[in-house]
């Protein structure tokens, strides 16, 4: 186990090698570890705490292996230089939680392993440099925020067949490069602004069947239901 702050702010450390035999890496642990650009998790580790990479400003690409269940809270927050995720075939991945990669401003695109079932509250959040998406079938909720401010963000795709139902409050708010979105007849809820100052977007096309609150689309938008 690497327990709790166990490499805090050491803002020296250039590169690390984890051990094959660690299977937890604990909350803060390499937070602040400004200079370190490249890791590789090994398949032993299960569990990665919150905010354990918080600030690794010089982190350019992390390997996740296929036994990790939950990217916790403000995993890679902030994690500027981060523009390569890869996830390990057979991936577990359940949830992407609370501010994950948040603010990771380099990233272009990820592939989000089709296990995932939840997007939290404003994973994505402020990665302005995210050019695309793909939502696997398997995710059947987007959270609040959760690609808010992703102002490169052209393509959205939701694979077919989706599970997904909701989509959160201000979820795609201020994706000024989404021209259009075919959002997946499976929805049934969409929340308040969840399109709110998307600049360019002209074609929206939404289940009929969908709840919605004011999700803030411009009215000159066309908005087809099916």
């Not at 010089?58 to 916790?72: A, D």
């Amino acid at each position: 186990e690497i327990v709790n702050h166990c490499f805090s702010s050491c803002n020296l450390i250039d590169s690390i090698i984890i051990p094959n035999n660690i299977e937890s890496i604990g909350d803060y642990a390499f937070s602040g570890c400004s200079s370190i650009t490249q890791m590789e998790i090994p398949s032993s580790v299960n569990k990665i705490g919150v905010v354990a990479f918080q600030n690794c400003s010089s982190l350019q690409k992390i390997l996740i292996p296929s036994s990790i269940e939950n990217i916790n809270d403000g995993t890679f927050f902030s994690c500027t230089s981060l523009n390569e995720i890869i996830f390990d075939t057979n991936s577990i991945l359940k949830n992407i939680r609370y501010k994950a990669f948040f603010g990771c401003s380099s990233l272009t695109r990820i592939e989000i392993p089709s296990s995932v079932i939840f997007i939290s509250d404003n994973a994505f959040q402020e990665c302005i440099k995210l050019n695309e998406i793909k939502i696997p079938s398997s995710v059947k909720k987007i959270g609040n925020n959760a690609f808010d401010g992703c102002s490169s963000l052209k393509n959205i795709v939701f694979e077919y067949p989706s599970s997904l139902v909701s989509i959160g409050d201000g979820a795609f708010q201020k994706c000024s490069s989404l021209i259009k979105i075919d959002i997946p007849s499976s929805v049934k809820s969409i929340g308040y602004f969840a399109f709110n100052d998307c600049s360019s977007l002209l074609h929206v096309t939404i289940p009929s069947s969908a709840f919605l609150d004011n999700i803030g689309i411009n009215p000159k938008v066309n908005i087809i239901k099916i």
